[in-house]
Nanobody, 127 residues
Framework: QVQLVESGGETVQAGGSLRLSCAAS????????MAWFRQAPGKEREGVAG????????YYTEPVKGRFIISQDNTKTTVWLQMNELKPEDTAMYYC????????????????????WGQGTQVTVSS
């Protein structure tokens, strides 16, 4: 089992920056991939950024490319999401997800592929 706790969400003005954190505990040695998802009211959960623990390779979805950066610490127990140039459409609950099994690049932003989820942290961007 892996437990995930997100933090860092708050209300910020458009154009501002936030840094979200995801702390993992439990059987983290088996963590293969971690990712950030977000869900706005009335919308489906969508992928934002993902990273593979061993390769330290990061991937992003189009809406956030060039603005968001995902990173992890050397122990692979903390993942951050640096969000820059925030827009009102970035407003959502942001979730951290992790999985101990191999996830292909094509599935990295598929919520059903991840076994472990945090409770989420709210990001609100005001215009």
């Amino acid at each position: 089992q892996v437990q995930l706790v997100e933090s860092g969400g708050e209300t910020v003005q458009a154009g501002g920056s936030l840094r979200l954190s995801c702390a993992a505990s439990g059987e983290t040695r088996r963590t293969y991939a971690m990712a950030w998802f977000r869900q706005a009211p009335g919308k489906e959960r969508e992928g934002v950024a993902g990273i593979y623990a061993d390769a330290n390779t990061a991937y992003y979805t189009e809406p956030v490319k060039g603005r968001f950066i995902i990173s992890q610490d050397n122990t692979k127990t903390t993942v951050w999401l640096q969000m820059n140039e925030l827009k009102p459409e970035d407003t959502a609950m942001y979730y951290c997800a992790a999985d101990p099994w191999a996830i292909s690049k094509s599935d990295l932003f598929t919520p059903a592929k991840f076994h472990y989820w945090g409770q989420g942290t709210q990001v609100t961007v005001s215009s």
